[in-house]
């Protein structure tokens, strides 16, 4: 076998949360001595600075960008999991803003929260415009576990989106689209919440459509 595929769900903590990413992964012959090839089913967005609309993916363990030590591929230890969870952990993290280059340097300035802070929100809607696509595009094999995820989250999904609207800060609730204790209400910027506010009814029946429970959010499906 030389051809993979594999999904990611977007984490709580972060502007990705229940999305489905999906990547594709090819090992070449000389596998494991290189690293495997990836691409990203991209949808035509760019959600993060490490994942191109055409499907590339920039990290370190590919060899597509710079690294040192276990940062890059070792072919004695590296695997698929190690890029997997790289993937998750370090490419779709709550703060994807300083993950393009040189941004780090920000990390900690007024300017660079305020630009992630900037970032998270554009990220969160297109993550929803990622949901949708999927849902009416889901990839070749996956379409059953795509409709039962949906199926299972979408509730968690609009109570998401219900709790940004009112303000508090993308990336800041926890498991079941709960509030937490460091949510801080009237943190978004109206922009965001207009084009979330579009957005909302147009998930509702994507969501609807795969059966999610929500009848809790009927009155978004004649939302303007």
Not at 147 to 157: L, T, V
Request: aromatic share 12%; proline share 5%.
């Amino acid at each position: 076998m030389d051809l993979l595929r594999a999904v990611i769900v977007g984490a709580y903590g972060t502007p990705y949360q229940d999305g489905l990413f999906f990547f594709d992964f090819h090992l070449p012959p000389e596998y494991p001595a290189v690293p495997p090839s990836a691409y990203y089913h991209s949808g035509g967005w760019r959600i993060n600075p490490n994942l191109y609309e055409e499907g590339k993916v920039c990290l370190s363990l590919l060899n597509t960008w710079t690294g040192r030590g276990n940062e890059v591929w070792d072919s004695t230890s590296s695997s698929i999991l190690q890029v997997l969870v790289s993937l998750q952990g370090l490419v779709l993290n709550s703060k994807p803003y300083f993950n393009e280059a040189g941004y780090d340097k920000q990390i900690g300035t007024a300017e660079g929260e305020k630009n992630s802070f900037s970032y998270n929100e554009n990220t969160f809607l297109l993550n929803c415009k990622t949901m949708m696509h999927v849902m009416r595009k889901p990839p070749k094999d996956f379409e059953e576990l795509v409709r039962e995820h949906f199926k299972r989250h979408g509730h968690h999904i609009l109570k998401a989106c219900d709790a940004y609207m009112n303000g508090y800060l993308i990336g800041s609730l926890t498991k079941e689209a709960t509030i937490s204790n460091k949510s801080v209400a009237n943190a978004n910027s109206v922009g965001f919440k207009l084009m979330l506010v579009k957005i909302m009814p147009k998930l509702y029946l994507a969501l609807n459509e795969v059966g999610a429970d929500c009848q809790e959010f009927k009155h978004l499906q004649h939302s303007s």
